[in-house]
């Protein structure tokens, strides 16, 4: 079976340094990874998308995420957050093993980012 | 249309009700999902369909819960006997097919039992 941790419930950055939102998964096959922003009262936005081929991907907003197999992790990073960066995160994960297969998101981490 | 579309946005009913969510998917995707959201959470996977049929229903919590996609575009999520656990954000996502494309997501039902 799938499935996607995101171990922190909250990250606090200030303006203008790095962050780095975590996630692991587990699947049988491949794995095809994906974040998502969600914003309050509004819908889960697509940041961007892991498949195959180069392991750092790079999305909307500035973001970037970094595959690593060996370690079945796909965390979410930036370079310099903004105060509108401040959002709840999903990671999520397709199982890529079979006919069909399901998107299983994690639990989510709330970023917040201070002035 | 645009996006994916769910209606109504709010719904309130009352314990022991039926209630029916709708979801239109962007034009042209086989694949729609369903998912329920309770506040700070993630979205908990119901179900998935790929074209008319139910490819994954694994996640329906029991057979109180029923979804159709007859046509293979609109879908409908249907609850039976509705009970307080089952307020939460019900939400709708679509994508081309099956494979590597991400989800699409629509804005959500609020559902409230009273």
């Known amino acids: 079976a799938q499935s996607v941790a995101q171990p922190e419930d909250q990250v606090n950055v200030a303006e203008g340094n790095p962050l780095t939102v975590k996630c692991t998964y587990s699947?049988?096959?491949?794995?095809?990874l994906f974040w998502y922003v969600q914003y309050p009262n509004r819908g889960l936005q697509f940041l961007l998308k892991y498949i195959t081929g180069d392991n750092l991907v790079k999305g909307s907003y500035g973001f970037e995420a970094e595959f690593n197999k060996s370690q079945t992790s796909f965390h979410l990073k930036k370079p310099s957050a903004l105060v509108s960066d401040s959002a709840l995160y999903f990671c999520?994960?397709?199982?890529?093993?079979?006919?069909?297969?399901?998107?299983?998101f994690g639990s989510g981490t709330r970023l917040s980012i201070r002035p | 249309g645009a996006g994916v579309s769910q209606t109504p946005s709010n719904k309130v009913t009352e314990k022991g009700k039926y209630v029916e969510l709708r979801c239109d998917p962007i034009s042209g995707h086989t694949a729609l999902y369903w998912y329920r959201q309770s506040l700070g959470q993630g979205p908990e996977f119901l179900i998935y369909f790929q074209g008319t049929g139910a490819a994954d229903d694994s996640g329906l919590p029991n057979d109180r819960f029923f979804a159709v996609r007859p046509e293979g575009s609109v879908s409908t999520l249907k609850i039976q006997r509705t009970e307080r656990g089952d307020s939460a954000v019900y939400l709708c996502?679509?994508?081309?097919?099956?494979?590597?494309?991400?989800?699409?997501f629509g804005q959500g039902t609020r559902l409230t039992v009273v």
């Open positions: 996502a679509s994508s081309p097919g099956q494979g590597h494309t991400e989800a699409f």
């Open positions: 999520a994960v397709r199982d890529m093993q079979g006919s069909a297969s399901k998107i299983i």
């Open positions: 699947v049988s096959g491949n794995p095809y």
